[in-house]
């Protein structure tokens, strides 16, 4: 067996002991004798997984009484939906487009009342996070929505906007669990968890109750309704058991790291170890303004496509996987998030520093 180093966006690399425990469990899960994929979502065994999980996340992000932790399906994508549908009582939403997810989420409020944009980043091809101290907030608006991390750019918040009182619902999809965070900040903190968290077809949604509301309109489907799970545990319908269980593990595993503190001073040093080595390097740079870096996503180019393909290509040989950029922007990324270790990054960096001597 030889295992790669994955920088790979999402779905991405899992801590290694959550990968052998869960192979340890396949056949048989505590003497169930069967695996978890097998069982009832019903079964008293289950139940106590998705307790504990949610114990576990509530305890890592010290979650207030006053919020519900629901497992979800869809995807981060169905969340842009289900916001404003659940959220929506003026019918208007304030959003800060910070990249593709963020315009994506605003595009889709739009079928369910007015959308005005805040905030912009496109005009630099989202290389930043615009000043959002004074923006000006609607009135009307029933909240203020943000893609805190954007994972395509390698940008991060690193200040929350000033929302003047209403309520902020954030997508954490690719920065969830990598620093301590307050969630009373928050209206709705949400994320898909093939990120950072866990494996795909999971969504975690924190958010606080009297935002969960029954009075919405008729043709809002019962899926989509927060009630409906928040009212049923996560198991109205069967929910995504597995990943759940999967989730449970790597909970268990970031506090054996040092809860939410010691996740952040791991990703810090490795962050700055790459960027240490973009700002210095002659060949490869990194395109974000430096004040609004992500220490998740770190983007990089040397200035010549043809460069960058081969650089990637020769990575991928040398068990550096999964390094191209996102289509849409081009260049390299390295998603550097909590499962990697800090000696994929060294090695990584060695890596780089051998082809620019070449190139
Ligand atoms: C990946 C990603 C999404 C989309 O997630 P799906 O689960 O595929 O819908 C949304 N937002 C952010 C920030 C992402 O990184």
Not at 93 to 112: F, H, L, P, R, S
Request: negative net charge.
């Amino acid at each position: 067996m030889s295992r790669v180093y994955n920088f790979s966006a999402g779905p991405a690399c899992l801590p290694e002991e959550v990968l052998r425990e869960a192979a340890e469990e396949m056949l048989d899960y505590r003497g169930c004798g069967m695996s978890v994929m097998e069982m009832s979502h019903r079964s008293s065994v289950f139940q106590n997984i998705i307790d504990e999980a949610e114990a576990d996340i509530r305890k890592l992000m010290a979650i207030p009484d006053n919020y519900k932790v629901l497992f979800l399906q869809g995807g981060a994508s169905q969340q842009f939906a289900a916001v404003p549908m659940n959220l929506m009582k003026n019918g208007v939403a304030d959003y800060i487009v910070t990249g593709q997810w963020a315009k994506k989420a605003a595009k889709e409020a739009e079928k369910y009342g007015t959308v005005h944009v805040l905030a912009s980043s496109e005009d630099k091809t989202f290389s930043y996070i615009p000043d959002c101290s004074d923006l000006d907030v609607d009135d009307n608006a029933d909240y203020v929505y943000i893609c805190e991390n954007n994972t395509i750019y390698g940008t991060k918040f690193h200040t929350l906007p000033n929302t003047k009182g209403k309520e902020l619902v954030a997508d954490v999809s690719s920065c969830f669990l990598s620093e301590p965070v307050d969630v009373s900040k928050y209206g709705v903190i949400y994320g898909g968890v093939q990120k950072n968290v866990g494996p795909a077809g999971v969504v975690i949604a924190i958010i606080r109750e009297d935002l969960i509301r029954d009075d919405l309109p008729k043709d809002v489907p019962t899926m989509l309704k927060w009630k409906t799970q928040a009212d049923a545990g996560s198991l109205y319908n069967t929910p995504p058991c597995y990943g759940i269980y999967i989730c449970g593990k790597v909970f268990k595993w970031i506090e054996r790291q040092g809860g939410l503190a010691g996740m952040k001073e791991k990703n810090e040093k490795k962050a700055a170890l790459l960027y240490d080595y973009l700002d210095e390097s002659r060949l490869f740079h990194n395109p974000v303004e430096k004040g609004s870096r992500s220490m998740m996503n770190v983007t990089f180019v040397t200035g010549d496509e043809a460069l960058d393909k081969e650089f990637v290509k020769e990575a991928a040989a040398a068990g550096f996987v999964n390094l191209k950029g996102h289509r849409s922007v081009g260049g390299m990324r390295a998603s550097i998030y909590n499962a990697m270790p800090y000696e994929g990054v060294e090695k990584l960096v060695a890596f780089m520093k051998e082809f620019e001597a070449k190139h």
